[in-house]
Every structure is written in C-alpha cells, then in structure tokens.
C-alpha cells in the first residue's frame, strides 16, 4: 500500500513538471522568434509602370506588345519621371538612346546665307515690238526666236489699209501746201494744220518713212542689240492694233532673283555683297549686291525674294541659269547660342532639353533670335553654359510627353492599351 502511494506521488511531479515546461515554452515563443537571426532581404526590381511606343507615339499598353513594323514596346519604369516635369532615365538607357549634349555658349553667330537663285531678263531692258495699227506681215527678217538681232536691224515689213491711206493724205497735204504759196495768209495757215495733223498722225503710229511717196509697206526695225526673247509674228498673218509681235532683251545686264526663309530676311539689306557661282561656269565666282527686296511674301513657300544686278557683256549669264548664292547678313556679335539640332519645334513653340546631372533632362521652352548656319540666338529659356542634349532628343521628349500626357491620372489607374 505504502509502495502504491509512492509511486502516484512520483507520478503526480513528473506530470506537474512537464505541464510547467510546456507552459514556460509557450510565454517565450515569440521572444525567441525576434531574437532568431534572418537574412538580408533581396533588392525589389524596379516596377514596370506600362509600356510605350518605340517611336515615340502616343501609345501605351499594360502588357508587352509589338508595333506594326514589329518593334518591341519599351518598358517605363516606375521613378523615370520626376514631379517637376524633369526626365530621369537609366545610364543604360541614356547609352542605348545615343544622348550627346554641347554647352550652349556665347559666340559670334555665321550670318551667311547660302541660297539658290536663278537668272532672269533685266526687266528695265525688255522691249515689245507691237505696231499701234492693223494690218498684215508681208515679210520676215527675223524668223526664229534666240536669234541675236542689232539695233536697227530689219526685223519684218507690214501692208496695213490705214497706213497707206494716212501715208496719202499727208502726201497731198504737202501738195497742197506747196500748191498755195500765193494765196492769201488765212489759207495757208489752214494747209499748214491740215499737213501738220497728218504727220502727226503717222508720227503716232511709230512710222519713220513719212518722206516717201505712197510706200506700200512699212519696216520694223529693232530699237536695241539683244535676243529674241518671244516671236509671235508668222509671214502672211494678219495681225490686230496692240498685238505683241517681238519680245526683245538687251542681256548685256541680268538679274538674279533669290528666294530668302522668312526667318532670315531681317539679316538683309539693301546693298548686302552677294556672291555668285553657276554650274556652267565652275571654278567662276560671280560677285553682286542685293538691289531689292520684294515687298511681298510667297505664302506657299514662306519666302521673300531678293533681286541682285549683274553685269553680263559677253551674254554667258542665259535666263533660267540656276545659281548658288552667297549672301553675307549683318555681324550681330556674340549671342549665347546652341546647335540647331538641340532644338524641339512643335509648331506652336520651341523646346530644349537640358541636362540637370547624368541621366536626369529638364525640357524648357526658349524664345528664338537669329539662326545660322549651325547654330541658333537663344534670347530666353536657359542660361550660358549648360549642357543642352542634340541627339536623341526627341526620344527624352516623347517620355515627357507621355508623362505630361498621364499626369490627369490618378496612381491608382492603370495605363489603357490603344485601340
């Protein structure tokens, strides 16, 4: 019995040990799960936000895609842009894009032109051979348009019904005339009106031979050396008061009509050295100034044009000439400038894109002065030095644009694939 009683009591602490143990366990579970040493936690990948047009179009898509051509849609990722309307994109990215920046800087802007002109008639030498009467072409001297023609050299002979009939009335005025030396003062003077009306008359019409008898014909002569720029004139053809048979140019003078960007036209003056070159003449160099602009603009081409007088005795400068023309504009000084490449020109303004630090690009917009031949005034938007981007600039603003385009969006909407 007592053995009985000492075993349960055994028993009973045995029992009571484990069941404090288990409890002791339990309260310190949690203090030695904090204490358990862990591992690092592993980098998050940086989350893709949607993906976008490789040409920079407006178009995204939640999911990769193809374009038409069958280029890859490029990932945005989550950070890229800034609050501030700055770009900030990966040094890999920036290496794919081929980003090159230049400082914009102060220095003396090249005003020089270079413009394509063309060789025109000197308009102040085109002479129109058209007889004031009607009548008819009895004969051709000169017969072919192109041909040099002198000054005074016959050019065709005409029969008109009116000119004989004037031809004889001032005949018989003469005659007559002649016939009342003896009569009376009163007389006379009638005659001598009479005879001066009918010179007059044929003076008007441009006919020299008025001391002939009765001629048949009259003979146009050219009144000046040059080429027959039009011949309308055919033997035989009957031809009416006004009508233009001949169009003769004196070509010992021509002009050069260029045609000048509107943006460029402030740089030129009257009297601005032009120099010229003709692919018919290489190696030649032509020299001129301009002697007009145009008052008027050409709304299809946006372009004004200049006329410059050249001198041209030998007849080598032909109408239609292509020419390549070099006008030097006005010094304006050191301006700060940048590459003409930096430049983004939507149509309603004009942005560049500056580089803030490696990687990260501020788009501004500037106001624009003169242009050059590479380089462009900058007249406000960024300050001398900074480093503007001239290649691949149009990518880093398409992801501007996309940004600007997405800023309406709330974080929590997810960008919608186009149709």
Known sequence: ????????????????????????????????????????PKTAEPKILYYRN?????DTSPVPKQDEMGMDYVAVYEGEFESNG?????????QKLGVKTELATLRELDSTLRVTGRVE??????????????????KLHVNTTGQV???GQALFEVYSPELVSAQREYALAKQGEAAMQHADEAARAGMKQLTAASLARLQNWDMPDVTRDNPRTLTFHSPVTGIVMEKKAVQGMKFGAGETLYQIADL??????????????????LGTPAQLSFTAYPGETFTG??????????????????????????????PALYASVILQGEQLGKVLTVPNSAIIDNGTKQVVLVQLAQG??????????????????ILEGIGEGEQVVTSANFLIDAESNLRAALSGMTAASAPVASQ
């Open 289 to 318: 100034k301009v002697d007009y602009l145009y008052p008027t603009l050409n709304p299809a081409t946006r372009t004004v044009q200049v006329r410059i007088e050249l001198a041209n005795p030998k007849g080598r400068l032909k």
């Open 149 to 151: 023609v002198n000054a």
């Open 54 to 58: 490789p040409m920079g179009l407006p």
């Open 121 to 138: 008639a000197n308009e102040r030498r085109l002479y129109a051979i058209a007889p004031k009467f009607e009548g008819w072409i009895e």
């Open 86 to 94: 700055a770009v900030q994109l990966n040094v890999e990215k920036v």
């Open 1 to 40: 019995m007592k053995k009985s009683l000492i075993i349960s009591s055994i028993t009973l602490i045995v029992l009571s040990a484990t069941g404090a143990g288990y409890w002791l366990g339990t309260q310190h579970a949690p203090l030695m799960a904090v204490n358990k040493p862990t591992s690092m």
């Open 252 to 269: 010992s003078s021509v002009w050069v009509l260029a045609d000048i960007a509107e943006q460029d036209v402030g740089k030129i003056t």
């Open 360 to 377: 990260r690009f501020e788009p501004r917009s500037v106001k624009l002065g003169q242009r050059g031949d590479q380089y462009v005034e």
